[in-house]
T-cell receptor, first 114, second 112 residues
Framework: DGGITQSPKYLFRKEGQNVTLSCEQNLNHDAMYWYRQDPGQGLRLIYYSQIVNDFQKGDIAEGYSVSREKKESFPLTVTSAQKNPTAFYLC?????????????FGDGTRLSIL | QKEVEQNSGPLSVPEGAIASLNCTYSDRGSQSFFWYRQYSGKSPELIMSIYSNGDKEDGRFTAQLNKASQYVSLLIRDSQPSDSATYLCAVTRDQAGTALIFGKGTTLSVSS
């Protein structure tokens, strides 16, 4: 079955540590996105990529980095510069840049600070 | 900063009633509007999209758009306990439609 796979489901970060969240899709979608969700909050856009080898900052990119070397993969690194990383991280994809509203989401990764 | 505003709720309705969820947005140039449903602990799923003024119906769901008032709503007819979830309103982030901006969501509780 086609879909988006995020791993791990739960992740713990120590102070000063960088961690990487994995996102893989087999939907053959061009565009991919990372959103962050805090309790009782909506989704906030971290980074997005509309095509391989290209990505753009979203509304809260500080303290995060991404890469898009393959169409299927869009990993997110939470760096030590992100001072409040505890949140639910959601990866999504859409068919292409003309269908950005029709997002397919992974099951998410919950990141906590040790 | 472009914004999407929703009442956080909770909105409580009895089974079989009509649930009305509302959303306003700040960018008058927004062109595309979406409703996502998110069950507790799960990821969001798209339930409705609307692009032009007026109503759009899909089963028990009706989306309504009024661009002059910058207002989007979602009506759920014959509400069921399985409709209990958080409903997120989303709007395209810019004229190019590069991504979505989400509201904080309205939590709906349908009692049997």
């Amino acid at each position: 079955d086609g879909g988006i796979t995020q791993s791990p489901k739960y992740l713990f970060r120590k102070e000063g540590q960088n961690v990487t969240l994995s996102c893989e899709q087999n939907l053959n979608h061009d565009a991919m996105y990372w959103y962050r969700q805090d309790p009782g909050q909506g989704l906030r856009l971290i980074y997005y990529s509309q095509i391989v080898n290209d990505f753009q900052k979203g509304d809260i990119a500080e303290g995060y980095s991404v890469s898009r070397e393959k169409k299927e993969s869009f990993p997110l690194t939470v760096t030590s510069a992100q001072k409040n990383p505890t949140a639910f991280y959601l990866c999504a994809s859409s068919l292409d840049r003309r269908n950005t509203g029709e997002l397919f989401f992974g099951d998410g990764t919950r990141l906590s600070i040790l | 900063q472009k914004e999407v505003e929703q009442n956080s709720g909770p909105l409580s309705v009895p089974e079989g009633a009509i649930a009305s969820l509302n959303c306003t947005y700040s960018d008058r140039g927004s062109q595309s509007f979406f409703w996502y449903r998110q069950y507790s602990g799960k990821s969001p799923e798209l339930i409705m999209s609307i692009y032009s003024n007026g109503d759009k119906e899909d089963g028990r769901f009706t989306a309504q758009l009024n661009k002059a008032s910058q207002y989007v709503s979602l009506l759920i007819r014959d509400s069921q306990p399985s409709d209990s979830a958080t409903y997120l309103c989303a709007v395209t982030r810019d004229q190019a439609g590069t991504a979505l901006i989400f509201g904080k969501g309205t939590t709906l509780s349908v009692s049997s």
